[in-house]
């Protein structure tokens, strides 16, 4: 797989010059050559049920895209639109931060796709999926 060509710093200030990004109080936690971890700082805006105060999965969902697409951005330089994606929820996610965690399945010459996991404050799974960003116009 290419070296990372943005360092974590840069990516910072790309993630957080999109207002949806900085609304949800991203930040890049860890970046290597493999993965990329992202905190989210919850907020009360975030719950869909106010009776059971549960996290919208529409944030989930957001979070796992942002992962796998700035993971894909540490090693094009720039963020990819995304063509399709898939997210699995496997508990509901309560008030708290949350950690997600992005990896490159695959590098291609036009698409590219990466997963990710998101993970509440005591460790536990609460939704992964897989995007498929296109990279075609990008340099490597």
Known sequence: MPENIVTA??????LVANKFNAWMGLRILKLD????????????EMISNPQARITHGGILGALVDVAGDFMVAAKFGTPAPTIDMRVD?????????LKAIGRIIRVGGTFSTAEAQVFD????????????????????
């Open 9 to 14: 710093e840069k990516l910072q200030e790309r």
């Open 33 to 44: 050559e493999e993965t990329i971890e992202i905190g989210m700082t919850w907020r009360e």
């Open 89 to 97: 929820y496997h508990k509901v996610a309560g008030p708290g931060d």
């Open 121 to 140: 404050a005591e460790g536990g799974l609460i939704a992964s999926g897989r995007g498929l960003y296109f990279t075609g116009a990008l340099k490597k």
